[in-house]
């Protein structure tokens, strides 16, 4: 199993979970990483992110946490053209199904953990990207990653958001009796925009509110249009505009991680 | 200027997290601390310890019963063998008298008007230090026994420093031989320097462990002096390898003052002090005062920057080097001050007694002198 396997958790819908899962895969393997993203969201956003068509219930990674797996990751190589090392293990609808299986079954939450064990990815990273819940989904991302990225905005009810979301992390590692416990790695403030009051203030005491509770506070992501239009065209910002400077708006969390991964 | 109200109140929005961390950071605490407790019972030395003392605190208890007596009345016990408390020790114990309240009694005996203290005496200087009023405690009888019991319970404890360790080990020498200190360890020093030569320490060593009968026969055969034979049957007793305390112990007792009391109070460790011990006057070629500060301040920098004692040794390397006396004045310098001490010889008696051709000649000599002074003078 990598070492490094990175659940992408935030309980807010539009927090910039999938942004920033793809252009830290696309950052991680321009620094010469191999990484898998697994698709945990039924809304199966990464595909799209990635320039892909929607995929089929059994190429999903629901197929994956069916009983009859047997190691056939359904990976899909992402922008071929431009970069080696990124692999795609898409959602979709079908993983709303999925939900009710993990309930019913005796090792529910630990489903992708054991598939992880039992048929190993030889990447160097793997990403998971979860749905703006606290279900069963991230759980299975919880019990499998050995550290957590939380994107937050930075509102208000984000902010409120993310607490719990910590509240709910703490219930649930002790509830799976996780060892070891995965390392929160760090806060990735998302669409910043310098230009409103609140959002400055939020993102000034940020750091120290979190460095409270021993938790790492990343630089902003700022707010862009062209994120949206790159998603649109299915391509991460970098090779979509390539001069824009929100392109090294990731450098630190790529950094951080590739390092974790001992690059 | 007054403090701009913020638009959002950060600590608010994150309450929940902060009550979690928490929550997870205690529970956190009293897992290491579960950890540390069973890792301190596996430890044979302090689990006999423990056993031990718990053994007699039981007697105790059940004997006499816990009291409570003013903390003012107890008094540290002087031949206690431990005696380094750094103020880090001292802060845990008060921290946790604080919280848990006082889970053991000391152990103290009835002296006169006070009672001096056998095991408590950390727990003893948290109280104080928290303002408590009374402590706990079981007393027992005195003892004229009280140091070797206290030395025996203590001296395999690991947080006892080499400078306790050796002060208590010379004392309980010093009682059982009648030698003085300073005796024990020349005798000890030089009866180790001879079983080197002879290589026969490997043959001493092994005497640790054994009965005290065959310690004794052992040193049958290593032919000792009556003094020699005595002193290392006695470290033998106490299960002590003579040829370590010669070498490692008992030079704690030579330090200079100060390291000895950086040792108790801020855990300067042995070999540490060992190393800083060489900044001595003579070697740093400056009064004991100066010395004295030398060495304040590189022990301050040991400490404060936790060098190890291969760092330490250089430390001490560089400043010795820094104070190296200044190399011999040149021949001409030399020359000139033989001749100027000379001329200071000449008092006014001699040379009121010395006759006018005499004074004349020496007068002469001296113009010229210092015509060649003056040209030297002027040509710099």
């Known amino acids: 199993m990598p070492s490094v396997r ?57 197929a994956v946490l069916r009983e009859e797996f047997e190691g056939d990751w359904p990976l899909v190589q992402c922008w071929p053209e431009q970069v080696q090392g990124v692999e795609l293990c898409p959602g979709g609808l079908v993983l709303t199904q999925t939900t009710h299986e993990i309930a019913l079954h005796p090792r529910g939450s630990y489903l992708l953990a054991d598939r992880l064990v039992d048929y190993p990815l030889p990447h160097d990273c793997l990403i998971f990207d979860c749905p703006a819940t606290l279900g069963p989904l991230p759980m299975l991302a919880l019990a499998a990653c050995t550290h957590i990225l939380v994107p937050v905005q930075l509102q208000p009810k984000s902010i409120q958001g993310s607490s719990k979301l910590l509240e709910w992390l703490y219930l649930m590692k002790r509830q799976l009796r996780l060892q070891p416990e995965p390392q929160i790695l760090g806060f990735v403030p998302n669409q910043s925009d310098q230009k409103r009051a609140a959002q400055r203030q939020i993102l000034e005491s940020l750091p120290e509110t979190l460095g409270k509770i021993n938790i790492k506070c990343f630089p902003p992501v700022r707010d862009s249009a062209e994120f949206v239009n790159a998603s649109a065209v299915g391509l991460p910002l970098p090779l979509h505009r390539p001069s824009h400077p929100a392109r090294k708006d990731f450098d630190e969390v790529a950094k951080a991680v590739h390092k974790l991964i001992g690059g | 200027m007054a403090k701009k109200r913020p638009i959002v109140d950060m ?20 897992q290491e601390l579960t950890a540390e407790i069973e ?7 302090a689990s006999e310890l423990e056993t031990e003392l718990e053994r007699l ?22 031949d206690q063998p431990r005696q380094t408390f750094t ?12 919280r848990f309240g006082q889970l053991q009694p000391a152990i103290v005996m009835e002296a006169a008007d006070k009672f001096l203290l056998f095991d408590g005496e950390r727990r003893w200087r948290g109280a104080r230090q928290l303002g408590w009023k009374t402590l706990q405690v079981v007393v027992i009888p005195s003892k004229s026994e009280l140091h070797r019991e206290a030395l025996l319970t203590s001296l395999h404890r690991e947080d006892l420093n080499p400078l306790d360790k050796a002060e208590a080990i010379l004392k309980e020498l010093n009682e059982n031989t009648q030698l003085e200190p300073e005796q024990i360890i020349r005798e000890l020093g030089s009866v180790m320097r001879r079983l080197s030569k002879q290589g026969k320490l490997a043959q001493l060593t092994e005497l640790v462990s054994t009965s005290t009968q065959t310690q004794a026969q052992g040193l049958d055969t290593l032919k000792l002096s009556e003094n020699e034979r005595t002193l290392l049957l006695e470290l033998l007793k ?3 390898n003579p040829a370590s305390v010669s070498a490692n112990i008992f030079p704690m007792v030579s330090l200079w003052d100060d390291l000895k009391q950086a040792m108790r109070d801020s855990g300067l460790k042995g070999f540490q002090a060992v190393a800083l011990n060489q900044l001595s006057p003579k070697n740093l070629n400056v009064t004991s005062k100066k010395a004295a500060n030398i060495r304040a301040k590189a022990t301050a920098q040991v400490l404060a920057e936790n060098l190890s004692v291969a760092k330490t040794r250089q430390r001490v390397k560089q400043i010795l080097l820094d ?3 200044e ?6 310098n030399r020359a000139i001050a033989t001749a100027t001490k000379t001329l200071d010889k000449l008092s006014s008696e001699i040379l009121s007694s010395a006759s006018p051709e005499q004074l004349e000649q020496l007068q002469q000599r001296l113009r010229d002198k210092l015509e060649e002074i003056s040209r030297a003078i002027s040509e710099r």
Not at chain 1, 23 to 33: K, T
Not at chain 2, 17 to 27: F, H, I, P
Not at chain 2, 57 to 67: A, F, M
Request: proline share 7%; glycine share 8%; with cysteine.
């Open chain 1, 6 to 62: 990175l659940a992408i958790l935030s309980n807010a819908g539009g927090s910039g979970k999938t942004t920033l899962s793809i252009h830290l895969a696309y950052e991680l393997a321009r620094r010469g990483a191999t990484v898998a993203l697994i698709d945990l969201d039924p809304q199966g956003s990464l595909s799209l992110f990635c320039g892909l068509s929607p995929a089929a219930p059994e190429e999903s990674t629901a």
């Open chain 2, 11 to 30: 600590d608010n929005l994150f309450s929940s997290a902060n009550q979690v961390y928490q929550l997870s950071e205690s529970e956190e605490k009293i």
């Open chain 2, 323 to 325: 104070h190296q006396p």
């Open chain 2, 57 to 78: 605190r039981d007697q105790l208890v059940q004997g006499g019963g816990i009291r409570e007596i003013l903390v003012a009345q107890i008094e540290p016990n002087p």
């Open chain 2, 39 to 45: 890792r301190l019972r596996q430890t044979p030395d």
């Open chain 2, 87 to 98: 103020a880090e020790s001292i802060e845990g114990i008060a921290a946790s008298l604080e």
């Open chain 2, 327 to 332: 190399k011999p004045a040149p021949k001409s």
């Open chain 2, 238 to 240: 106490l299960q002590l």
